[in-house]
T-cell receptor, first 112, second 115 residues
Framework: GDSVTQMEGPVTLSEEAFLTINCTYT??????LFWYVQYPGEGLQLLLK???ADDKGSNKGFEATYRKETTSFHLEKGSVQVSDSAVYFC???????????WGLGTSLAVNP | GAVVSQHPSRVICKSGTSVKIECRSL??????MFWYRQFPKQSLMLMAT?????????EQGVEKDKFLINHASLTLSTLTVTSAHPEDSSFYIC???????????FGPGTRLTVL
């Protein structure tokens, strides 16, 4: 069945460091791919999405490119801030199904 | 952006009692809402899909008689945990799909503790 695999955390970085959180997927057909973020004490928020191969989603300095050849959707940010400390979830939605398939989440801590 | 609220944000109850959690889409109509459970340091587990005006669709392994879902209107879905036990303690999250953008918006979650 469809699945999402994320790199395990926690990830700890210093402010202004480069961030990569790996995400790969297995799906039949052509899924839509998402990154959600959960800040401490808050609900999940959509960070960015891509709906077809080679699309790049971007928001708040974060980017992820839908790579069909490697079935990946890695999250990157060039210079992280303390306020980026949160848990990041990769997810996919396959076909007409509105259900999201979730990765396990990666906790990011950014130190000043 | 669209807002989804949940009430209560946190509840503590005694074993054997029932607890109702409300999920509301505040500024949009949601024909479809989802209920999730999130265990500590784990991902979200989809429990059921709630469609307005029809019966909820439960995921495999989720007891429909224990987790009663009612999607009474286009802006409200409720989850009732019946005869709660300590193993039902968890973080329950709802989400709603905003029809025009087909984007899923999440509530802030409800922390349930069963003593």
């Amino acid at each position: 069945g469809d699945s999402v695999t994320q790199m395990e955390g926690p990830v700890t970085l210093s402010e202004e460091a480069f961030l990569t959180i790996n995400c790969t997927y297995t799906a039949t057909g052509y899924p839509s791919l998402f990154w959600y973020v959960q800040y401490p004490g808050e609900g999940l928020q959509l960070l960015l999405k891509a709906t077809k191969a080679d699309d790049k989603g971007s928001n708040k300095g974060f980017e992820a490119t839908y790579r069909k050849e490697t079935t990946s959707f890695h999250l990157e940010k060039g210079s992280v801030q303390v306020s980026d400390s949160a848990v990041y979830f990769c997810a996919l939605r396959a076909g007409n199904n509105r259900k999201l398939i979730w990765g396990l989440g990666t906790s990011l801590a950014v130190n000043p | 952006g669209a807002v989804v609220s949940q009430h209560p944000s946190r509840v503590i109850c005694k074993s054997g009692t029932s607890v109702k959690i409300e999920c509301r889409s505040l500024d949009f109509q949601a024909t479809t809402m989802f209920w999730y459970r999130q265990f500590p340091k784990q991902s979200l587990m989809l429990m059921a899909t709630s469609n307005e005006g029809s019966k909820a669709t439960y995921e495999q392994g989720v007891e429909k008689d224990k987790f009663l879902i009612n999607h009474a209107s286009l802006t409200l879905s409720t989850l009732t945990v019946t005869s709660a036990h300590p193993e039902d303690s968890s973080f329950y999250i709802c989400s709603a799909i905003e029809k025009t953008t087909d984007t899923q918006y999440f509530g802030p979650g409800t922390r349930l503790t069963v003593l």
